[in-house]
Each structure stands twice: as C-alpha cells, then as structure tokens.
C-alpha cells in the first residue's frame, strides 16, 4: 500500500513546531509527534502533491520519534 497524504493530520503548536497525527489505513492505529523540521512540514502540508519520499520520511519521523523536541509518540487506536 502507497503513503499518502490523507494519512496525516497537522495542527500547528506554535512557531516552528506541528503536531503530526500519521494514521495507519490498514491497522486504523495513530501515532502523534511533534515534528519541529518545518522543510519537512513544507514538503508534505504546504504541497499540492508532495513526494513519496518526503511523506515517508515523516512517517519515520513520527514513528521513531526523531525530532528535535524528544516528544514521544502516542498510539491511539480508533474504534472505526
């Protein structure tokens, strides 16, 4: 299965910084970072058709939890 934007939700936290919610399609399983790489958020939220490359590194961020801040992670499973 291909990544793609729809799996990802962006709330801004305040200069510099977004919360990034990436949502598994298949296991409906979030995991929730802050991500503080605004080239990143550039190339994928500010895109109208941002590269696969780019959405997976941000899924790897938010799955590893590599960014800046040291914020880990949350799995929320939805009931849908």
Same mark, same amino acid.
């Given at each position: 299965m291909?990544?793609?934007i729809?799996?990802?939700?962006?709330?801004h936290?305040?200069?510099?910084?977004?919360?990034?919610?990436?949502t !598994?399609?298949?296991?409906?399983?979030?995991?929730?970072?802050?991500?503080?790489d605004?080239?990143?958020i550039?190339?994928?939220? !500010?895109?109208?058709?941002?590269?696969?490359e780019?959405?997976?590194?941000?899924?790897s961020?938010?799955?590893?939890n590599?960014?800046?801040?040291?914020v880990?992670?949350?799995?929320?499973? !939805?009931? !849908?």
């Amino acid at each position: 299965m291909s990544i793609k934007i729809n799996q990802f939700s962006f709330y801004h936290v305040c200069v510099g910084e977004y919360r990034v919610t990436y949502t !598994n399609p298949k296991t409906k399983v979030s995991y929730i970072s802050i991500i503080t790489d605004m080239d990143l958020i550039d190339n994928t939220k !500010n895109k109208f058709k941002p590269k696969v490359e780019d959405l997976k590194l941000l899924k790897s961020k938010i799955l590893n939890n590599d960014n800046i801040r040291n914020v880990h992670p949350i799995q929320i499973r !939805n009931s !849908n």
